[in-house]
């Protein structure tokens, strides 16, 4: 069986291994939780919830977790979920003033609670691409969730949805910005999504992150 972890210090990691649990798929999955290098080195797969990400990163430190996170998510597929994002992001603005520790893996910077302080939470109908049912649409829960600013012109970001510019948080409704209406994207084995599918019934993102970057890449290797 294929082993995928869901990081479990701190957010919504719970949830995650609930919807991981419900999916019906060829090659059977195993969930487990990961507080400690060990827990991640039985792996093949990885989840990183959302939650708070300047938290995330200081329990990983605590944990030892950091260095073995970098060398895990060059080797294997990761799915970031807002805070989780931030994590796996190259850059991050609104951070704290001394900086905020990121693993990186993907293209991508991005802004913490970028919808501005007003925004705390939405929610919009998302239609995602290469998804299980691709014309039902996807409830996006967006909660202090990241925006993307941008990603290297790279053709090897695949965008899989994007916020329709009329559902836009007022913030960001004027900015006639490409980037920003990005909320899933893929880079090769890695999946980043701005909100939260865990937070839905709905598994059809972990079913898309099992089926395309996680058995791809077992195969491959
Ligand atoms: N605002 C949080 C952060 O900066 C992310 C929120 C979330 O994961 N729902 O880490």
């Known amino acids: 069986s294929v082993t995928i972890g869901v990081l479990a210090l701190q957010g919504a990691f719970a949830e995650h291994q609930k919807r991981l649990q419900s ?42 977790l950091i260095e073995p996170l970098k060398e895990f998510i060059r080797n294997k597929p990761v799915w970031g979920t807002c805070a989780g994002a931030i994590l796996l992001s190259q850059s991050v603005t609104g951070a ?19 919808w501005g302080s007003q925004v705390e939470s939405f929610e919009a109908a998302l239609e995602v691409k290469g998804l299980r049912e691709p014309t039902v649409p996807f409830t996006g829960i967006f909660i202090r969730a990241p925006v993307v600013l941008g990603f290297a012109p790279d053709a090897s970001i695949q965008i899989l949805a994007r916020l329709p510019p009329r559902l836009l948080p007022e ?9 920003r209406t990005v909320v899933a994207l893929r880079q090769g084995k890695h ?31």
């Open 96 to 114: 704290k003033k001394d900086g905020q520790e990121l693993l990186g893996g993907v293209s991508v910077d991005i802004a913490r609670n970028g």
């Open 23 to 64: 999916l019906r798929l060829k090659r059977p999955i195993v969930s487990i939780l990961v507080k400690t290098p060990d827990d991640l080195q039985r792996c093949d797969a990885l989840i990183i919830p959302g939650g708070e990400s300047t938290t995330i990163a200081l329990l990983a430190r605590l944990a030892g």
């Open 191 to 221: 999946l980043l999504t701005t909100f939260h599918p865990e937070l839905t019934q709905d598994d059809r993102f972990h079913d898309y992150f099992a089926r395309k970057c996680v058995f791809p890449t077992l195969l491959a290797s």
């Open 171 to 179: 913030p960001l409704a004027d900015e006639n910005d490409d980037a």
